[in-house]
T-cell receptor
Framework: NAGVTQTPKFRILKIGQSMTLQCTQD?????MYWYRQDPGMGLKLIYY???????DKGEVPNGYNVSRSTTEDFPLRLELAAPSQTSVYFC??????????????FGNGTRLTVT | AQTVTQSQPEMSVQEAETVTLSCTYD???????LFWYKQPPSRQMILVIR??????QNATENRFSVNFQKAAKSFSLKISDSQLGDTAMYFC????????????FGKGTKLSVKP
């Protein structure tokens, strides 16, 4: 199994540009998450989804959008990129009722720089 | 709001020795879950160990064990017989029992295992 796959691995954006970070999982997990990790900090939840067609905001959703049209895919859209969005972005998935009884499976992250 | 504090930004240990990483948290919930995640240089996050707050027995996974002190809101990770492959960032994480998505992470402890 590939697990959780994120693309791209690295990206440099100019201020005001937009992009989509792709995330796909092949484990048939119903829960999917997007986190960002700033230098010297823990991960902060941006958005999550408990199943296809259902998304909800996390701790730091401003400047981002998500969609979940299929179980496998959970893309993260950045509109009008800002330097504050420079970070490493992690996608994760889990099954069942989420982290309480299922470990999160993480992708390898996307390092995004906005200049 | 729940918070997770890891007071040791960096630690080092000699190979084959034992090291303990500290974590404290703040919550008013009685039912919750605690985790330690490992992030090696490859960047991928890996679940190390999980503890349910209603269980008094400390969780163990091979060389990894926790000291869970619910009254003190403390959740430390002990790594026995440290190996070079244990070199990584270690994140303590908290999950409220009634939540659907938000796994709250500490800032992490960078552990270096020296030969």
């Amino acid at each position: 199994n590939a697990g959780v796959t994120q693309t791209p691995k690295f990206r440099i954006l100019k201020i005001g540009q937009s992009m989509t970070l792709q995330c796909t999982q092949d484990m048939n997990h119903n829960y999917m998450y997007w986190y960002r990790q700033d230098p010297g900090m823990g991960l902060k939840l941006i958005y999550y989804s408990v199943g296809a067609g259902i998304t909800d905001k996390g701790e730091v959703p401003n400047g981002y959008n998500v969609s979940r049209s299929t179980t496998e895919d959970f893309p993260l859209r950045l509109e009008l990129a800002a330097p504050s969005q420079t970070s490493v972005y992690f996608c994760a998935s889990s099954y069942g009722t989420g982290p309480r009884n299922s470990p999160l499976h993480f992708g390898n992250g996307t390092r995004l720089t906005v200049t | 709001a729940q918070t997770v504090t890891q007071s040791q930004p960096e630690m080092s240990v000699q190979e084959a020795e034992t090291v303990t990483l500290s974590c404290t948290y703040d919550t008013s919930e009685s039912n919750y879950y605690l985790f330690w995640y490992k992030q090696p240089p490859s960047r991928q996050m890996i679940l190390v160990i999980r503890q349910e707050a209603y269980k008094q027995q400390n969780a163990t996974e091979n060389r990894f064990s926790v000291n869970f002190q619910k009254a003190a809101k403390s959740f430390s990770l002990k790594i026995s017989d440290s190996q070079l492959g244990d070199t990584a960032m270690y994140f303590c994480a908290f999950y409220p029992g009634g939540s659907q998505g938000n796994l709250i992470f500490g800032k992490g402890t960078k552990l270096s295992v020296k030969p």
